[in-house]
């Protein structure tokens, strides 16, 4: 390499860093890093089934998604109180405003929690009470998408939202949406139809995990059948051309997660990920970290790899932050002024 360019990749990191910029895709349970893990476990009087945290971090070479969710889930076990809840959310804020992140929609797995006897409400209480926190201290804006667990029975995702609704006025500010995650091969997006139409009737946004491991046909299902605003992953659309049109075309976001393809092995290496090939033709697509404790890194470090693996140019880092403010669920308000803000910074 050249001097030249090292200059120019040093410039290009930089600039990726003081980018401002949304997350749209992160599962706040998969922000949970080994030391905190510990740390809860002793606060609560759980075991852990590691000795240490190294242990715990050599623990973490996935085969698949399965093989992560079953770490996960696991893992989750650690959190019972409110407090809990609030630690895991400010640690996850913090790295987010040390990322340049302005504006962040946390995914939650209710189902992961209420199945150990933690209530509904501290679970609501724990997570908005950080991002309330982190609005007044430091204007960081939030969004709450509770996420149904797509392994499990509708009628189990019907009981959850059911359980949510009452708390519903109190977290108005925050909670704005339902999501679908969890093992998606085998769980199409056609076994929801009705707690999504529902969902849709009480007025929340909706989105859904398609296209991570299974076939294009899950990315129309949630499109068609779901009827979702946004696709999470979407990766695997590229193999059907007609989607492909259809993606470009609506210009429907796909929150994209590349670490994380990574890790649960959606892609052998970086390079041969397709998110610079799905950006040039057209898809309104964005950068995430989903499970950033696990797959090895906040928004920065999925910039700055993806940047460096597929040679993306300068307005193509500031095409995939404008992405992430037009695909966000804020008022027109909030995102105008977000939208400034990166015009002014990338001029
Ligand atoms: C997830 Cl990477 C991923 N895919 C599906 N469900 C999930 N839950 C947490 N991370
Ligand atoms: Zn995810």
Known sequence: ??????????????????????????????????????ELARRNGVALPYASVDAVRAAYDFTDLQSFLDLYYAGAAVLQTEQDFFDLTMAYVRRAMADNVRHAELFFDPQTHTVRGVPMA????????????????????????????????????FATLDAALPLRTEYADLWIGVGLDSGEVGNPPEKFAGVFARARELGFHVVAHAGEEGPPAYVHG???????????????????????????????????????????????????????????????????????????????ANFVATADALALSSKEVVDLARNSFLAAFVTEDERRRWLDELQAFSA
Do not use: W
């Open 122 to 157: 501290t679970v609501f209480a724990g997570i908005a009470g950080a991002l309330r926190q982190a609005r007044a201290d430091h204007g960081f804006s939030s969004r709450m998408i509770l996420c149904f667990l797509r392994h499990l029975p509708e009628a189990d995702a």
């Open 1 to 38: 390499m050249t001097l030249t360019t090292m200059t120019d990749l040093h410039d290009l990191h930089d600039f990726i860093r003081r980018l401002p910029k949304a997350e749209l895709h992160l599962h706040i349970e998969g922000s949970l890093e080994p030391e905190m893990m510990f």
């Open 222 to 300: 949630a499109l068609d059948v779901l009827k979702v605003e946004r696709i999470d992953h979407g990766v695997r659309s590229e193999e059907d051309p007609a989607l492909m049109q259809r993606l470009a075309q609506s210009r429907m976001p796909l929150t994209v997660c590349p670490l994380s393809n990574l890790k649960l092995r959606v892609v052998k290496d970086l390079r041969d990920h397709n998110l610079a090939r799905l950006l040039r033709a057209g898809l309104c697509v964005t950068v995430n970290s989903d499970d950033p404790a696990y797959f090895g890194g906040y928004m920065n």
